[in-house]
């Protein structure tokens, strides 16, 4: 199977299945010197781990996870982090009915035609649960922007048609209530709506939107590694991702030219900075030192209990009903792995960009210089 590994410079391979020995990681390109910690990792793990709400699947995992190569004494070394978290909870029986025929809405049916053959158990690769791999890699990446001051935030904006209300934002509340959302009254809200879609026996979508704060102007690249390319490209590799906007988004498409342009102006200091912040961070692709903000649109979860037509492998048409421990939204989850997707994609590429300018790259060389070294 191609397609991974994710990154230039700050590189990530993951791999394994759900229903496998386990899950894990390999980050190649972090710096050495950043100090870092099983626990480090555990608190960005733990906020995706499932059976803490009655909206997540009770399927219970520890999903503790072990640091097997490129720490010492708790710094990184420079050289491969290798991460696994061992699976502890399978029941494959759950699934084995599905080897005969193509649940709705999953990717059983492309597999077949890719490959001719599929991991049945949970999905394996298409799994929900391969996002432990990036967000244990997006653990490491926050880390390292943290050392730059920079930092990424993810939060449910939308679950249903539920949305929260601007005047009500508060961060702090998001981890007061089960579904990520920073407004009181609209989590209070969708949960009784997430209430009624299990009554139903039914699943719904939303939307997480991420902030990042404190990114340089200047980082991206023209034409195909344009940040906003690379974020989209990070963000739909995410299963369940349908949709993905930067800014304004889609609204820009209803905008003119005098509302959407974001006006330059001169900071108290006399920096260049912006009045308005229609474009989301970005210019041409390059950030532009305003908060990075875009959105990603979650699908509702396609393993429902309700009856569904579709297809057996044997070509007759069925009803069938998904048994099995699913997740009745996505979303709450989901907030930590854009989190993370957006921490890889912003670390790469504000790496790839230090190679930019020949002055920069003269200073590196001539701070880094020993004293009283006559080395190139």
Known sequence: MAGSTFGTLFSISTWGESHGKGVGVVVDGCPAGLPLEERDIQIYLNRRRPGQSRFTTPRTESDTVEILSG??????????????????????????????????????????????????????????????????????????????????????SAIGPVEIDRSRFDLSVMEQNAVNMPDPEAAAKAMDYLDDCRRRQDSCGGVVECVVHGLPAGVGEPCFEKLS?????????????????????????????????DPFCL??????????NHAGGMLGGISDGSDLVFRAAFKPTSSISSEQRTVSQTGQEITVSVRGRHDPIIVPRAVVVVECMAALTVLDMLLVSMTSRLDRIKDFFTTAQPAGSDRP
Do not use: W
Request: some cysteine.
């Open 71 to 156: 720490v010492f004494e708790g710094r990184t070394t420079g050289t491969p982090i290798a991460m696994m978290v061992r699976n502890t909870s399978q029941r494959s029986g759950d699934y084995s009915e599905i080897a005969s025929y193509y649940r709705p809405g999953h990717a059983d049916y492309t597999y077949d035609c890719k490959y001719g053959f599929r991991d049945y158990r949970g999905g394996g690769r298409s799994s929900g649960r391969e996002t432990i791999a990036r967000v244990a890699a997006g653990a490491v990446a926050a880390r390292l922007l943290e050392e730059l001051g920079i930092t990424v935030t993810a939060y449910a």
């Open 229 to 261: 390319a690379n974020l989209a490209k990070a963000i739909f590799s995410i299963g369940a991702v349908k949709g993905f906007e930067i800014g304004d988004g889609f609204a820009s498409a209803k905008s003119c030219g005098t509302q959407n342009n």
């Open 267 to 276: 900071d108290e200091n006399g920096n260049v900075t912006k009045k308005t």
